[in-house]
């Protein structure tokens, strides 16, 4: 049985969409599962937690802002305290920055973006994408603790317990924390649509949409009808259009709802590589010939300045 | 101030991969390779440091790679950097080995900056800029969309999930390059031709004291094809019937 730690993303009020897939990835291991949540004021963060399992909390104003030099050397702190032979969570920018840093300090064990995994004579085995996704490769981590992002997609939350687990604070001594760092400020771009990663449906737009305003009406009116996340492929967020949240691909997000609808995207590998798990992909593009048709279920070739406005209109006479 | 950029050499992205007989690894004889597209961003965000707030900077171009690759650290010094750095390793390594010898060359060159991309674009591992800011103790701003010098270190401006945010961290420290730190220029004619007068040092792993532990153990790969045969609509109609049919939406 292997002590497991799992590390939470909040965002100082509620935990992150598409963090208890660390918990789900976990429990396929694991029943020894604790929680450790980083932050300040925890306690109703730490209340949501402990539908999963117990929770430890580093509860400190030297943590308020995520930091990564703070946060990993604390993480790092409790895996030792704990003996964590396994430490996950779920792949964001979030555990990326601060995960990957822990992970240097703990040996470097890791795999990041884990989609799958099974156990062959005792042995764990992981499945991950390279190479945008066009390889999927299996591995074996030598040495412990094993450090391991999931990708939201693959792993997902267990039903909350209605008897919550035991929450209990880590002893801080803030004299022995890094502090090369300052937070300064973040200019939070979380809409009112859910996150990519989480959406049931997501409409994703491209390239073809040429300024926020109209992104915001075609994408965004047709993913409010449909309760949908809206993203965006590279070019919109390279060109200002879109905010980097909205990316799906190799350097963004990657998702796979039930439904993925792409509109005026081409289908350079790179987007692929962050939507071609989802179960059901239709398409409207103007080129017959664009590659996203060949990781289509669905295609209608058309200019998405009249096709989409379309289907709000018939979604909203119904 | 020295300036390090870490360079990576991948599979020029744009190519169809194929396996080795055994699935171990890509067949790597029929690949042409390029630089790191997010290590270029970080070779070029150093060359505009150097043209604009310090002048006197000394870019480095450091390499783990097996002898050819020293192709790709004359793309780093065509665009501009002054000298090249290749730790001579055959095979792949994982990101905490990269990070050790990398972390070894620095304590020996001593710069107050790593400039790095955020992700080779080949394991898309994510993680030597951080590992390497662990095992050295310095603070890290990973992600980097934007940079400025302040009295005693840098302020950066990150891309992550909640939005962009803004750090400061004190040098010596490692930033790593996103998408829209920059527009990596292209190497001119005549300063290719220069780059080939440009030192290159080779150094193993054992004149840096380290000797390569594998964290990571690769058992196979697999192909990921599509597996979808499209079918075409001709209206916004037919779709949504479609999408009906296959219960995606109400």
Redesign the interface.
Known sequence: MMKTLVLMEH?GTTL?PGSGSAIGFARELSEDITVLLLGKSLEVIATEAAQYAPVLTADHEALTAT???RW?HLIAEVAQDQNAELIVATS???A???V??????L???????VIGHEIVNGEL?LCR???????????????SPKIITVCPSAYEAPEPTETPFPIEPVAIDASTL?S???????????GARPDVTEAR?VVSGGRAFKSSEDFEQHVGGLADQ?GAAAGSS?AL??AGIT???LQVG??G?IVAP??YLALGISGA??HLAGM?NS??????NQDPDAPI??????????DVYE?VP??TQ??NSR | MKIFVPCKRV?D?DQK?R?NADATD?DASALTFILNPFDAIAVEEALRIRETTHPEAEIIAVSISPPEGEADLRTALAMGADRALLIEHEGSI????V??LLAAVIQKEQPSLVLMG??A???????V???????L???????A?QIEFTDN?M?IHR????????????LP?VVTA???LNEPRYASLPSILKAKKKPTEHITPTELGIKPE???????????N?K?????????????I??RE?E??E
């Open positions: 965002d992150r930091v990564a030099d990993a964001a920018t979030w990326k920055d601060i990957g840093r822990a992970a240097g300090l040996g470097g064990a890791m795999a990041s973006e085995r994408p390279m190479f945008a996704g066009a390889i999927n490769a299996t591995l074996v981590l030598e040495g890094p090369d760092t300052r937070f300064e400020s973040l200019d939070c771009k979380i449906i449909l590279r967020v390279d905010p980097n949240s190799q350097t997000k039930e439904l590998v790179q071609k179960r059901v992909i239709a398409a409207i048709f060949e990781f289509a279920d669905y295609g209608l070739v058309g096709e379309r289907l018939e979604l | 599979p992205p991969l396996l890509i994982d990101p905490w080995n990070a050790r955020k992700q674009v080949d394991d898309d591992a994510n993680q800029g951080q590992s390497l800011a662990a095992q103790g310095w603070p890290q701003a990973t992600f969309s270190g302020r891309e992550t999930d909640l939005g962009i945010e803004i750090i400061h961290v004190v420290a996103d998408l829209r594998p964290r990571i153990r690769l058992l196979g790969m697999e192909l990921v599509s979808r045969t499209c079918e075409k609509v001709t209206t916004a109609t037919d779709l949504l479609k999408l296959a995606v939406i």
